[in-house]
């Protein structure tokens, strides 16, 4: 016959090693623990994730890059949010703010010959004020400041690091401004991290590391560690090694312009 007592240790030792090795494991990779605790995506990343739920890219284009075209519209098509077009229309973040809830900021909205002007068009831009969340504005104007292409570095080598960003493509998978939160298969937390922020925090420690990743696309930190190089050996977009293409003067300005938005002074800049 089986001795219940025996049993009830086997099984106690069976979970207390269970414990132990769940222990060590969260002692031995600290990195590892904080890049899974905390999914941290900014309110950027958000708000174009709320932008994309809420239709505004049917209108506005992808991203807010291309919009459709407007027939009777002195602009022939609807505005993008880039390249400074917001601040023809907009002229502060509370301005935004009446764009999404009311469709148009309301000093526009008691112009007779700007109503006139909206009915003349195929296409008007909606009021979104019942199917919005106070936290869902503030990340759609996140999102719309970080992709209006008007804010901006000091001139030098961050300004010239944010134009090389845009030529190189940095954007397109780093988000709007390096906001981050593009999806990436494989990864830790699922999508690619931006220049800012706590995961920024975590996977660059200081300016080295800013360079390696830049140059080898990666920190030795992590690929040399067992648990953190599965993901980022696993995760389909890999951040791509630029050093064998550029220039000592470009990495660097690359790094001027990260270190600035890593810097978020942005945040209390308006619009210029
Ligand atoms: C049905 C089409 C349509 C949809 C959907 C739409 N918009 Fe618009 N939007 C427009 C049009 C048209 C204008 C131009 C209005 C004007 O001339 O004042 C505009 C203007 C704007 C502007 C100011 C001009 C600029 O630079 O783009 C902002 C900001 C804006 N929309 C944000 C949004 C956001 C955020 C959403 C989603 C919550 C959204 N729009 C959804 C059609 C649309
Ligand atoms: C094809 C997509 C892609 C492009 C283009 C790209 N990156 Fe990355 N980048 C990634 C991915 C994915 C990671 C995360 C890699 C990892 O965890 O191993 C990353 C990581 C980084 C990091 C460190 C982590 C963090 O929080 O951002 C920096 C800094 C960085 N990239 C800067 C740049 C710069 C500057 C450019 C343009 C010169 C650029 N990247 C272009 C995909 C890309």
Redesign the pocket.
């Known amino acids: 016959m089986r001795d219940p007592s025996a049993r009830a240790w086997r099984r106690t030792s069976f979970l207390l090693g269970a414990l132990l090795i769940a222990i060590v494991g969260w002692i031995a990779y600290p990195h590892v623990r904080n890049i899974i605790v905390p999914p941290e995506i900014t309110a950027a990343a958000r708000g174009r994730q ?2 994309e739920e ?3 890219f ?3 284009g992808p991203l ?1 890059r291309a ?1 459709v075209i ?1 027939p009777g ?1 002195k ?1 022939e098509s ?4 880039h390249e400074g ?2 601040m ?3 002229k502060s973040d509370q301005e ?1 703010r009446e ?2 809830l009311h469709g ?1 900021p309301a000093a ?1 909205l008691q112009s007779e010959a ?1 109503l006139k ?2 009915r003349g ?1 195929a ?4 009021a ?1 004020a019942d199917f ?1 969340s106070e936290q869902d504005v503030d990340d ?1 104007v996140a999102f ?1 400041r970080a992709s209006s292409e008007m804010l901006f570095p000091p001139e030098g080598p961050a300004a010239d690091g944010e134009e090389l960003a845009h030529e190189l493509g940095c954007f397109t998978c780093h988000g709007a401004m390096g906001s981050g939160g593009h999806a990436n298969p494989g990864s830790l937390k699922g999508y690619i991290p931006g220049f800012y922020g706590p995961d920024f925090a975590e996977l660059v420690r200081d300016d080295e590391e800013l360079r390696a990743w830049i140059t080898n696309g990666g920190v030795p930190r992590l690929s040399d560690d067992p648990l953190a190089s599965f993901f980022l050996e696993r995760q389909r977009v890999q951040m791509p090694a630029y050093g064998g293409f550029l220039e000592d003067k470009q990495i660097a300005d690359l790094m001027a312009y990260v270190k600035w938005v890593a810097g978020e002074e942005w945040r209390e800049m308006p619009l210029q």
Not at 78 to 81: A, G, L, M, N
Not at 123 to 126: F, H, S, V
């Open positions: 709320r932008a809420l239709g505004c049917t209108c506005h807010g919009g407007n519209s602009y609807v505005p993008p949010f077009t917001l023809m229309f907009a935004l764009y999404i148009a526009k700007y002007e909206m068009q296409i008007r831009m909606p979104f919005v759609l719309l």
